[in-house]
């Protein structure tokens, strides 16, 4: 089975809690869970980690990279202005690996700052809009990407 991590930003930690009628109701347990089934289906082991700590999260993309470890990404807030983190996340596109750009909101319908994204430049593809579902287009995608 084809490991593939799925990291999460700052205050997705919150999920369920924090400002439900744009994020959901469902939280990180969930998440986890519909994760680890999604990937289960398509061969793939995954494994969800979620941290308010930009360097860790850097930290987990010089490892995905070591590791040869496709990622699904949430960078949540750091989206917008972590360019350690983009250069990090090129690290892994550099590997050859794809590495899927996920939001469960749609940044370009909010906030005027939450337009721009650091990451999608260098993410293989992004998804936005769709939920804890974009979780599974993007383990979607992965599979997709990691036969061919």
């Known amino acids: 089975m084809t490991k593939v991590i799925v990291v999460n930003g ?17 939280d990180l ?12 289906a398509l061969g793939l082991e995954v494994e969800v ?17 070591d590791e040869k470890t496709p990622v699904v990404m949430n960078p949540a807030a750091f989206t917008h202005y972590s360019y350690g983190l983009a250069d990090a996340a090129h690290m892994v596109i550099d590997e050859g690996l794809p590495l899927i750009e ?39 995608a992965v599979a997709h990407l990691i036969a061919d």
């Open 10 to 26: 700052p205050n997705l930690g919150r999920l369920g809690v924090r400002q439900p009628d744009v994020y959901g109701r469902q």
């Open 29 to 40: 347990e969930t998440m986890r869970s519909l994760c680890a089934e999604w990937g289960a």
């Open 102 to 140: 996920v939001h469960i909101s749609n940044p370009s319908a909010r906030d005027e700052f939450r337009k721009r994204s650091v990451i999608s430049p260098v993410a293989t593809g992004t998804i936005t809009g769709m939920g804890f579902y974009g979780y599974k287009m993007a383990l979607d």
């Open 49 to 65: 980690r979620q941290t308010d700590d930009e360097a860790e999260i850097i930290g987990w993309m010089h490892q995905a990279a």
